[in-house]
Protein backbone atom coordinates (compact mmCIF):
# COMPACT_ATOMS: atom_id res chain seq x y z
CA UNK A 1 0.00 0.00 0.00
CA UNK A 2 2.72 2.58 0.82
CA UNK A 3 3.99 2.01 -2.66
CA UNK A 4 0.90 2.83 -4.09
CA UNK A 5 0.32 5.78 -2.32
CA UNK A 6 3.96 7.03 -3.25
CA UNK A 7 2.63 6.44 -6.51
CA UNK A 8 -0.01 8.14 -6.85
CA UNK A 9 1.25 11.47 -4.86
CA UNK A 10 4.60 11.38 -7.61
CA UNK A 11 1.66 11.26 -10.21
CA UNK A 12 -0.12 14.26 -8.60
CA UNK A 13 3.05 15.89 -8.28
CA UNK A 14 3.81 15.51 -11.80
CA UNK A 15 0.27 16.96 -12.89
CA UNK A 16 1.12 20.26 -10.60
CA UNK A 17 4.18 20.44 -12.59
CA UNK A 18 2.54 19.98 -15.31
CA UNK A 19 0.14 22.25 -15.01
CA UNK A 20 2.72 25.09 -13.62
CA UNK A 21 4.77 24.36 -16.95
CA UNK A 22 1.50 25.03 -19.17
CA UNK A 23 1.33 28.39 -17.32
CA UNK A 24 4.84 29.39 -17.81
CA UNK A 25 5.20 28.26 -21.56
CA UNK A 26 1.62 30.47 -21.73
CA UNK A 27 3.50 33.64 -19.73
CA UNK A 28 6.57 33.10 -22.64
CA UNK A 29 4.21 32.97 -25.42
CA UNK A 30 2.09 36.47 -23.98
CA UNK A 31 5.83 38.10 -23.16
CA UNK A 32 6.99 36.90 -26.82
CA UNK A 33 3.70 38.71 -28.40
CA UNK A 34 4.19 41.94 -26.17
CA UNK A 35 7.76 42.05 -26.78
CA UNK A 36 7.08 42.29 -30.70
CA UNK A 37 4.19 44.52 -30.20
CA UNK A 38 6.74 46.56 -28.71
CA UNK A 39 9.36 46.82 -30.71
CA UNK A 40 6.50 47.61 -33.87
CA UNK A 41 5.71 50.60 -31.29
CA UNK A 42 9.26 51.72 -31.11
CA UNK A 43 9.59 51.38 -35.22
CA UNK A 44 6.14 52.96 -35.52
CA UNK A 45 7.49 56.00 -32.79
CA UNK A 46 10.80 56.00 -34.98
CA UNK A 47 9.02 56.85 -38.21
CA UNK A 48 6.72 59.41 -36.77
CA UNK A 49 9.61 61.33 -35.38
CA UNK A 50 11.18 61.21 -38.61
CA UNK A 51 8.37 62.68 -40.06
CA UNK A 52 8.06 65.02 -37.32
CA UNK A 53 11.06 66.32 -38.18
CA UNK A 54 10.82 66.28 -41.90
CA UNK A 55 8.05 68.49 -40.86
CA UNK A 56 9.62 70.47 -38.73
CA UNK A 57 12.64 71.22 -41.44
CA UNK A 58 10.04 72.31 -43.74
CA UNK A 59 8.31 74.57 -41.47
CA UNK A 60 11.63 75.96 -40.80
CA UNK A 61 11.74 76.53 -44.59
CA UNK A 62 9.02 78.03 -45.50
CA UNK A 63 9.18 80.36 -42.98
CA UNK A 64 12.54 81.24 -44.37
CA UNK A 65 10.88 81.85 -47.34
CA UNK A 66 8.27 84.11 -46.35
CA UNK A 67 10.79 86.15 -44.66
CA UNK A 68 13.00 86.35 -48.11
CA UNK A 69 11.07 89.40 -49.25
CA UNK A 70 10.83 91.30 -46.53
CA UNK A 71 12.13 95.29 -46.66
CA UNK A 72 13.79 96.19 -43.41
CA UNK A 73 13.95 100.41 -43.97
CA UNK A 74 16.06 101.58 -41.08
CA UNK A 75 16.84 105.04 -40.25
CA UNK A 76 13.56 106.92 -40.24
CA UNK A 77 12.19 108.65 -37.68
CA UNK A 78 9.00 107.44 -36.45
CA UNK A 79 5.70 108.70 -34.64
CA UNK A 80 4.27 106.22 -32.82
CA UNK A 81 0.43 106.79 -32.09
CA UNK A 82 -2.71 104.71 -31.88
CA UNK A 83 -4.78 103.73 -34.42
CA UNK A 84 -7.49 105.93 -33.09
CA UNK A 85 -5.72 108.92 -33.06
CA UNK A 86 -4.43 108.22 -36.48
CA UNK A 87 -7.96 107.80 -38.11
CA UNK A 88 -9.51 110.58 -36.22
CA UNK A 89 -6.15 112.92 -36.47
CA UNK A 90 -8.41 115.64 -34.61
CA UNK A 91 -7.38 113.93 -31.48
CA UNK A 92 -4.73 115.73 -29.61
CA UNK A 93 -2.64 114.32 -26.37
CA UNK A 94 -3.08 110.33 -27.32
CA UNK A 95 0.28 109.94 -29.15
CA UNK A 96 2.41 107.56 -27.35
CA UNK A 97 5.56 109.59 -27.88
CA UNK A 98 6.59 111.53 -30.64
CA UNK A 99 10.16 110.99 -32.34
CA UNK A 100 9.46 113.43 -34.67
CA UNK A 101 7.55 116.73 -35.03
CA UNK A 102 6.47 116.09 -38.89
CA UNK A 103 3.80 112.55 -37.79
CA UNK A 104 4.17 112.01 -41.76
CA UNK A 105 7.47 112.40 -42.47
CA UNK A 106 7.97 108.86 -43.02
CA UNK A 107 5.38 108.04 -45.67
CA UNK A 108 6.03 111.65 -47.07
CA UNK A 109 9.77 110.57 -47.75
CA UNK A 110 8.65 107.40 -49.59
CA UNK A 111 6.20 108.95 -51.27
CA UNK A 112 8.89 111.37 -52.68
CA UNK A 113 11.04 108.16 -53.19
CA UNK A 114 8.62 106.25 -55.19
CA UNK A 115 8.35 109.33 -57.18
CA UNK A 116 11.62 109.94 -58.14
CA UNK A 117 12.03 106.27 -58.81
CA UNK A 118 9.19 106.63 -61.26
CA UNK A 119 10.63 109.62 -63.11
CA UNK A 120 14.07 107.85 -63.34
CA UNK A 121 12.00 104.83 -64.66
CA UNK A 122 9.72 106.84 -67.79
CA UNK A 123 12.97 109.32 -68.78
CA UNK A 124 15.06 106.58 -69.18
Known amino acids: ?13 LNFMSDELSKVAKQQAMLLDLM ?6 KNLVKEKDKRIEGLERRIDDLEQNS ?7 S ?7 TYASTVARD ?5 AGTHSEEPEQGTSYLDKKLQSDDTAKWNS
Open 1 to 13: MELFTLLEEIRKS
Open 36 to 41: DEVKQL
Open 67 to 73: RMEDLII
Open 75 to 81: GLETTHR
Open 91 to 95: KVGED
